[in-house]
C-alpha cells in the first residue's frame, strides 16, 4: 500500500492507496476515533458494486451505518439532492460526531463532501474514490460542491476529508472509457509538475493500461503528492493553485459547447492540454519535439488531441471561455508549459493564437 500525507495543520489527513482497501474502511474509521453513527453516500451502479463490502466493514467495526444511494450521473449533484440527503441524515440522528463516508466517483465525493461540510456546521467525512478521476482529483484538494442552472460548482465550500482510501480494485469495474479520462488528469502532472512521471507514463503506459496494480499505485499516489503539494502551498485558489487547470481553459469551453455526454471531461482537456502545448511552443520555448511527445502520449491513451469546429462553433467556443469562472476582468489567461515538467499560470494569450492552436491538422 502506498500512503501521502496532505499537509494542511490541524487539517492533515493521509490519503491511502492499494488493493482491498474498502475491507478496511470500518478498522481505519475506528482508528480515527469518529462516532458511532454513520451514513455512506453513493449512486446506484457503485452502491450496487461496493455499498455490502463498505457496510460490512463499518457493521463489523462496530458503527451504525445509514446508506443514501442517489443517482448517478452529474445531475445529483443539485441542491435538491442536497435537501434529500439533509432530510436522511436528520431522520437517522447523525449528529456532530457522525461522519459521511463518500463512496463513488467525483460526482458522489463533491455531493457528499459538501454535505458532510454543511450539515450541522460540518461533521467528519471519509473519501473512498473509485474512479481513476477522483482518486487523482478531485478527492484531494477539500473542494466540494454542487451545481446551479447558471452553473457547474457553483455552491460550494473548501472541505477537508479526514481520510481517503483508493481502493484501486474497483477501478476493474470501471468503464474503460471513464479509465482512459482519469488518465488525461494523470499525463497533466507529468506536464505540469514532474517530467519523470511523464517518462515514466510513456514508458508504462501499457501497464497502466493493463491496471498493472503496482505500477497503478505508484503512479495515482505520486498524482496525489503532486496535487497534495500544490494544494498544500496554495489551499484556497490564490496562486499556484490554478497550474491544475492546464488544459481546462479550452477544455471547459469544449464541454460547455457540446451536448452532455458528447465528451467526457479527461476528453476534453485531452484536447485542451493539446491545445495549450501548441500556444506554448509558438509563445514559450516549449520545444516542438515536447509538443509532439505530449499529442503522441495523449493519443496512446486512446484520448482525442483535436477538435473539428465550424465557423459557428469557433464563436461559441470563444464565448465559452469568457464566461470560465477563473477568467478574472474579462480577460482569459492560459497556463502554458516552459518545457514538460514546468509551467507557468497567468498567461495572456491572445485568440489568434488560440485559434491556431485548435486547428485540426
Ligand atoms: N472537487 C474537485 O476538486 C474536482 C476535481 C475534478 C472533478 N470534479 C468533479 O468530479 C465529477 C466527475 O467525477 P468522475 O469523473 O469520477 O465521474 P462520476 O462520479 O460521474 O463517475 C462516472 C461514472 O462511473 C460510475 N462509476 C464510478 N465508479 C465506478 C466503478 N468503480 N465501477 C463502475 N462504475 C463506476 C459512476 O456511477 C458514474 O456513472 C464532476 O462533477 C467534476 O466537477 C471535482
Ligand atoms: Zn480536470
Do not use: W
Not at 25 to 31: E, I, T
Not at 56 to 79: M, P, R
Not at 246 to 256: D, K, R
Amino acid at each position: 500500500m502506498q500512503k501521502v500525507k496532505v499537509d494542511l495543520d490541524v487539517r492533515s489527513y493521509s490519503i491511502e492507496i492499494g488493493g482491498k482497501l474498502i475491507p478496511t474502511l470500518g478498522k481505519r474509521c475506528v482508528d480515527l476515533g469518529l462516532g458511532r453513527r454513520c451514513a455512506i453516500i453513493t449512486d446506484r451502479i457503485v452502491g450496487r458494486l461496493y455499498a455490502k463490502t463498505a457496510v460490512a466493514s463499518l457493521t463489523k467495526a462496530g458503527f451504525e451505518v445509514h446508506v443514501i444511494t442517489v443517482d448517478n450521473g452529474e445531475q445529483a449533484k443539485s441542491l435538491k439532492v442536497v435537501a434529500k440527503c439533509y432530510d436522511e441524515l436528520a431522520s437517522h440522528r447523525l449528529e456532530r460526531r457522525s461522519f459521511i463516508v463518500a463512496l463513488g466517483g467525483g460526482v458522489v465525493g463533491d455531493l457528499a463532501g459538501f454535505v458532510a461540510a454543511t450539515y450541522l456546521r460540518g461533521i467528519p467525512f471519509v473519501q473512498v474514490p473509485t474512479t481513476l478521476l477522483s482518486q487523482v482529483d478531485s478527492s484531494v484538494g477539500g473542494k466540494t460542491g454542487v451545481n446551479l442552472k447558471a452553473g457547474k460548482n457553483l455552491v460550494g465550500a473548501f472541505y477537508q476529508p479526514r481520510l481517503v482510501l483508493c481502493d484501486l480494485d474497483t477501478l476493474r469495474n470501471l468503464p474503460s472509457r471513464e479509465y482512459r479520462a482519469g488518465l488525461a488528469e494523470v499525463i497533466k502532472y507529468g506536464i505540469i509538475y514532474d517530467a519523470s512521471l511523464f517518462a515514466r507514463i510513456e514508458r508504462d503506459l501499457p501497464k497502466l493500461l493493463k491496471k498493472d496494480p503496482r505500477t497503478l499505485a505508484e503512479v495515482v499516489a505520486r498524482c496525489c503528492e503532486i496535487k497534495a503539494d500544490v494544494v498544500g502551498q496554495d489551499e484556497t485558489e490564490s496562486g499556484l493553485r490554478a497550474i491544475l487547470n492546464f488544459g481546462h481553459t479550452i477544455g471547459h469551453a469544449i464541454e460547455a459547447i457540446s451536448g452532455y455526454g458528447t465528451y467526457l471531461h479527461g476528453e476534453a482537456i485531452s484536447i485542451g492540454q493539446v491545445a495549450a502545448a501548441k500556444i506554448s511552443a509558438e509563445q514559450f520555448e516549449l520545444p516542438e519535439p515536447d509538443v509532439a511527445r505530449i499529442a503522441d502520449l495523449f493519443k496512446r491513451a486512446g484520448l482525442p488531441t483535436k477538435i473539428n469546429l465550424s465557423p459557428a462553433q469557433r464563436a461559441k467556443l470563444f464565448a465559452a471561455m469568457k464566461v470560465d469562472k477563473k477568467v478574472s476582468a474579462g480577460e482569459v489567461k492560459f497556463v502554458l508549459a516552459r518545457k514538460i515538467g514546468a509551467v507557468e499560470f497567468g498567461q495572456k494569450v491572445t485568440t489568434e493564437t488560440i485559434n491556431r492552436s485548435i486547428e485540426a491538422k
